[in-house]
């Protein structure tokens, strides 16, 4: 098993140890319904180890970094969005205080759906 934080949300998540709506998982990684979604479509994709943000992430992280932007797409469509390029989605990584991150896991936002809820 992975490095965790006994006191980081995101890694009770990855362990179970509090519920969630899993959308994929396997050796590396953890994906999940978020609990208040922004849109129709909303998860989030977070390494299983415990990495605090994307300022923490090296060259070692970088190949897990590359699958998950990869699979970000197709997860996307199974989840309703419409494919690209009149469909779509937003991926966002908050980072730091004034990057808007709230939970210290390192964790990718996906976000789409039909556009009214998309501003700017
Ligand atoms: P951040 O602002 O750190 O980029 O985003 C954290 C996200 O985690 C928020 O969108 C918030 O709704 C979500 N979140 C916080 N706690 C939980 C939880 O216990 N379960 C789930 N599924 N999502 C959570
Ligand atoms: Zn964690």
């Known amino acids: 098993m992975s490095t965790q934080d006994p006191n980081c949300i995101f890694c009770k998540i990855v362990e179970g140890k509090i519920p969630s709506k899993k959308v994929y998982e396997d050796e590396e990684m953890f994906v999940f319904h978020d609990i208040h979604p922004w849109a129709p479509v909303h ?32 997860l996307a469509l199974q989840e309703g969005c419409e494919p690209y390029p009149q469909g779509g989605h937003r991926v966002i990584i908050n980072t730091g205080d004034q990057g808007g991150q709230e939970v210290h896991h390192l964790h990718i936002h996906v976000i789409g759906g039909p556009r009214p809820w998309l501003k700017g």
């Open 43 to 74: 998860f989030l994709m977070v390494p299983k180890a415990h990495i605090p943000s994307l300022a923490q992430v090296s060259d070692q992280h970088a190949p897990l970094l590359g699958r998950m932007l990869a699979l970000a797409p197709r």
